[in-house]
């Protein structure tokens, strides 16, 4: 998994980080398996581009260094983004998480920007936190 050297021991980490990534994080269950990643722009992408979001998070949470960005573009749409980890740590159960920044360019050329947290779930698939 990507570069750990900023790992810290706490789960009230995890809260303060997602207060201070922005209004889009919110603190929800990691165990929710239908709760996707990109919620704050679900309803504007199309299910292709919503899935290559999703895909493209999942990987970058997951194989990324943190600071490095992972860009993706849908050539039929035309909706074309990119996710960058910020930050990593280990909470006190031994759970990973991640803050990271997404934006996402629609054809239109209207960006959506938004900050978030995710855990990495047992099944290593990574959930809003």
Do not use: F, H
């Amino acid at each position: 998994m990507g570069n750990y050297g900023n790992l810290l021991p706490a789960r009230v980490v995890l809260a303060a980080a997602c207060l201070a990534a922005a209004p889009a994080c919110t603190m929800v269950s990691t165990q929710d398996q239908s709760e996707p990643l990109v919620p704050s722009v679900s309803t504007t992408l199309e299910t292709t581009d919503r899935s290559m979001a999703n895909e493209k998070l999942q990987l970058a949470l997951e194989k990324s260094l943190s600071g490095e960005a992972t860009r993706w573009q849908n050539p039929i749409s035309g909706v074309k983004g990119s996710v960058t980890p910020l930050k990593t740590w280990k909470t006190t159960e031994g759970t990973y998480c991640r803050s990271y920044s997404e934006k996402i360019t629609l054809s239109s050329g209207k960006s959506l920007n938004r900050e978030g947290v995710a855990c990495r779930a047992e099944n290593a698939v990574w959930k809003s936190a």
